[in-house]
């Protein structure tokens, strides 16, 4: 080989390892965009415990963000046994941060599926369990605003007795 083939080659091989960080940049840039917006599981417009729930574990989804994150890790890896990259100690951390970022998704998703299908069944049994709850019913109709032909009624069956 000749001397201007190497150099040929040492400037392909930078060409290589440039292109490798940028997809190592641009899958993380991805991931990060997959994951949920804060806004997206803070604010609701639910009229309940269990659509805020449901609205808050549809939202808790990593999406894409694995598999961008998967793709970034895959560069990463490739760049760092091929010596490609001068300083790679930022692209590490940002993949560590990410991993952490969507491992918190993952796992607060989980969190919340598990509630989303406790509370209905708690609402069963506390509604089952409230003792008196017929007898609240007709003290809530009694307590009921009447007309004047039904108060009629009550009075007279009042005075019958």
Do not use: C
């Not at 994150?69 to 890896?77: G, S």
Request: hydrophobic content about 35%; aromatic content about 4%; proline content about 2%.
């Amino acid at each position: 080989m000749s001397q201007a083939t190497f150099g040929d080659d040492d400037e392909l091989f930078g060409e290589a390892a440039s292109e490798m960080r940028e997809d190592v940049e641009s899958s993380l840039e991805s991931a990060w965009a997959a994951l949920p917006a804060a806004d997206d599981i803070w604010e609701t417009d639910a009229d309940n415990v269990l659509g805020v729930l449901n609205g808050l574990n549809s939202a808790l989804d990593a999406g894409d963000a694995e598999d961008h994150l998967r793709d970034a890790k895959k560069w990463y890896t490739m760049g760092q046994r091929a010596d490609a990259f001068d300083d790679a100690d930022d692209l590490e951390a940002e993949i560590t941060d990410l991993e952490a970022a969507i491992e918190d998704v993952t796992d607060a998703g989980e969190q919340v599926g598990d509630l989303t299908s406790t509370i209905p069944a708690l609402r069963g049994t506390l509604e089952e369990a409230t003792p008196g709850e017929e007898a609240a019913d007709e003290t809530a109709e009694e307590d009921e605003p009447k007309g004047e032909a039904e108060e009629q009624e009550q009075e007279e069956e009042e005075e019958e007795e």
